[in-house]
């Protein structure tokens, strides 16, 4: 079996059993005060409360298919290499927070804090097993960039954004980062095409209101699309250019 089978098969299985707890990290989610709740999402009734969420018939089994499939992605992408340690448990807690965006268009600093917390030891560990300053340089560079544009734009368009999808950005750009400029480039701009194009048609399926579109699963697919594009595409921009 090659490298990148076997780093697929190893992150499918792990990223699957994360995916088991997947309600367990739901419930375990503080209801927030009501006047953090988005007036857009209040539009469309009461807040579902997240324990009612993690409740939900078949999540812990379709959690972990998410979460398995995902991983085997990644797993195939970054090979066994380093980034895999870090990106493998960021897996389940973003299959967590997609659920929960999308049920309630919030991203509870609740789940995001523990997730930054631990994806910054994680790469200074692998800064400090690897050497690689460049990594760890690109991985700072990519929470500022990612960071900084999401700030930006929240503060220009404050009912496009909330400021979950901020902090969730921070994380994606120091993961995306570590990875490469192409990772980094493909992934965040991957979030906001396909936040742009994907909820654009499920406005018009009327499958969910166009004023009350959750933006953190689309970020967060288009992060694994940078992580599986990424390289490819920073190479053909810098490579290929003549």
């Known amino acids: 079996m090659t490298d990148p089978a076997w780093a697929a098969l190893v992150a499918a299985v792990l990223s699957?059993?994360?995916?088991?707890?997947?309600?367990?990290?739901?419930r375990s989610v503080p209801e927030p005060p009501a006047e953090q709740v988005d007036e857009a999402a209040a539009d469309e009734g009461p807040k579902e409360a997240y324990a009612d969420i993690a409740?939900?018939?078949?999540?812990?089994?379709?959690?972990?298919?998410?979460?398995?499939?995902?991983?085997?992605?990644i797993g195939w992408s970054v090979?066994?290499?380093?980034p895999l340690v870090y990106l493998v448990?960021?897996?389940p807690v973003g299959v967590a927070l997609a659920i929960v965006?999308?049920?309630?268009?919030?991203?509870?600093?609740?789940l995001i804090a523990p997730a930054y917390a631990g994806l910054v030891v994680l790469v200074l560990?692998?800064?400090?097993?690897?050497?690689?300053?460049?990594?760890?340089?690109?991985?700072g560079l990519g929470w500022l960039v990612?960071?900084?544009v999401f700030l930006l734009l929240w503060f220009v368009y404050p009912r496009g954004l909330g400021y979950g999808d901020v902090r969730l950005s921070g994380v994606l750009g120091i993961a995306l980062g570590y990875l490469g400029?192409?990772?980094?480039?493909?992934?965040?701009?991957?979030?906001?095409?396909?936040?742009?194009?994907?909820?654009?048609?499920?406005?018009?399926?009327?499958i969910v209101h166009r004023k009350a579109l959750p933006f953190g699963p689309f970020m967060l697919v288009g992060a694994v699309l940078g992580i599986v594009w990424g390289a490819d595409v920073w190479g053909y921009l810098v490579t290929d250019v003549d």
């Open 16 to 26: 699957a059993a994360g995916g088991l707890f997947v309600p367990a990290l739901i």
């Open 125 to 139: 560990v692998g800064w400090l097993v690897t050497r690689d300053t460049d990594d760890l340089v690109r991985a």
């Open 55 to 73: 409740a939900t018939s078949g999540l812990v089994w379709k959690s972990a298919m998410a979460a398995g499939v995902a991983g085997g992605v």
């Open 181 to 206: 400029w192409g990772e980094l480039l493909v992934g965040v701009y991957g979030g906001f095409l396909l936040g742009g194009v994907g909820g654009g048609l499920l406005s018009l399926l009327r």
């Open 146 to 148: 990612a960071g900084g």
């Open 89 to 91: 448990p960021l897996v």
């Open 79 to 82: 090979g066994l290499a380093w």
């Open 101 to 110: 965006d999308w049920r309630t268009r919030l991203l509870p600093t609740r």
